[in-house]
DNA sequence: GTGGTCTAGACCACG
DNA sequence: GTGGTCTAGACCACT
């Protein structure tokens, strides 16, 4: 299999309550967090989303808009929208400071919601797998 | 401890794009499915709530009263507000979304910060062996 | 004349060709550094915009949101669309670099235009005044 | 040296949010303005602009074929573009706007990168004595 | 009354 | 064909 044929495909879970554009903006900051998703790779045209995901185009350029805000993706005007280059990251005693504040929230949560933190790695393990 | 000193206690995410009945309402059906409130068990007042999570009381208002129409919780005028006695089938289902939706959002938060995934996997697991 | 009584206005320039979600953006970034906008100051609502300028509510949002993203303003759902607090500058050599080469693009784009460096500085201090 | 080896150079802002065919179509009235272009000068070609600004030809097409309709320039098959006979009008309002345009623009990104508009001039003045 | 999300659909800009 | 801007209008969330 080579690694060009793999799309990225986007799914909206519709009972969630999330907002549609933010999904879009959710799956594609965690495609590069897995891994699924890299420099240069070209995400699908904006219509393509929309027909896929029976939902507006608008409301799917908001989305890569918003990525592109934030300088996670690039649009080329009439060529299609690409992941951008990673900035170089901050300084490591920050970072350091972020993950832990992120796993500590992230347990946290978990717990709200009856799950355990084992029940979750899995999950991550399963959608880095994807 | 008597089971009635338990308190309930909900947390909220501002940036999970959730919004804040929505997180309330789950997290009172998460702790029903996962056994830390039972029938009977009372929810804290919706004043208390809106002061402890810095929130407007028609937004709690709001959430209880949706799950009182749900049938999940019953609420008695003038005394408080318990969770029902009827048998809530723990739907499985929405507890598979709950933790999809979970996973998913704290990928793109690691994304976000420039974390692959499998850093954050690290860090829970060496939290988890503290 | 007090401080608070003073009304931030948007105008619109039809003829520019630059887009309107642009314009608005520009004005507010412009109002921030001519000193006509600080801190804590309300912007006109959302509605109130799009009918004072006889546009769509939704091209001023995009407006703001974009605002919003980049941390320039902060919108407070129900209540308004605030300035934000600047967040503090960079290291000063990097600052020192950029200022330079931006007065160097703006004296070659004026002379582009046919301007002297002496107008536009005339301009710019009109704008500050107001 | 002979006018006739004077060249006509054009350039873009990319930051500006002006449409690329806008902003040749204004770079060439604006020549004309400030005297820069006289009637009978010859404009690159199309492919030359296309090159050096590195821009797809058809839009610099657009912007010659929309000064042609104003009259602005002659296009003579096989030969090239050239500044037309006809007398332009000074237009005083349009080189306000111009000028109002590229004020609020700096303004603009001074703000955005956290410098005053007083500074700006400052810089601009200091960067005049030399 | 404030901002927020989404749809439908028109028209523009760029390659 | 790609992305981009704007309008009109509905319905939702929060104070």
Not at 34 to 63: K, Y
Not at 68 to 84: K, L, M, N, W
Not at 99 to 120: D, I, K, P
């Amino acid at each position: 299999m080579s690694r060009a044929s793999r799309v990225f495909a986007f799914r909206l879970d519709p009972a969630s309550g999330v907002p549609v554009y933010r999904q879009l903006i959710d799956q594609v900051q965690a495609g590069i967090a897995s891994g699924s998703l890299a420099s240069g790779d070209q995400l699908p045209t904006v219509r393509q989303v929309a027909v896929d995901l029976a939902i507006n185009p608008n409301t799917v350029m908001r989305a890569y808009r918003e990525l592109e805000i934030r300088g996670v993706i690039d649009t080329e005007h009439g060529t299609g929208t690409f992941i951008a280059d990673r900035k170089q990251p901050r300084d490591s005693a920050e970072r350091a400071r972020q993950l832990e504040q992120l796993a500590t929230e992230f347990a946290a949560r978990a717990g709200t919601l009856g799950f355990t933190v084992q029940q979750l790695i899995e999950k991550l393990q399963e959608k880095g797998r994807k």
